[in-house]
């Protein structure tokens, strides 16, 4: 059971992490199902938060994990 709470402090940590990067995903005003894209602003700042991750050498999760990212080019299959 404790694995388990401890993963799911890492998910909730990474969902964080996303939301503090890019705030306009928490700002709920402006997020409006019928009016914007909700899923395609979430899932890009997703694949930012990943580069800045693969740029910065690592981020607290994988720190953690005790592994290191991949780098830009293999991240995004160009290696």
Not at 8 to 36: C, D, I, M, P
Not at 64 to 73: D, N, T, Y
Request: net charge negative; with cysteine; aromatic share 14%.
């Amino acid at each position: 059971m404790r694995g388990c709470l401890e993963f799911l402090s890492h998910v909730e940590q990474l969902f964080g992490l996303v939301l503090n990067k890019w705030a306009y995903n928490a700002y709920k005003y402006g997020l409006r199902q019928e009016s914007t894209p909700v899923a395609a602003f979430y899932m890009v700042s997703v694949l930012f938060t990943n580069i800045h991750t693969c740029i910065a050498g690592g981020n607290e999760v994988s720190q953690s994990f005790g592994c290191a990212p991949p780098s830009l080019e293999e991240y995004l299959g160009q290696d």
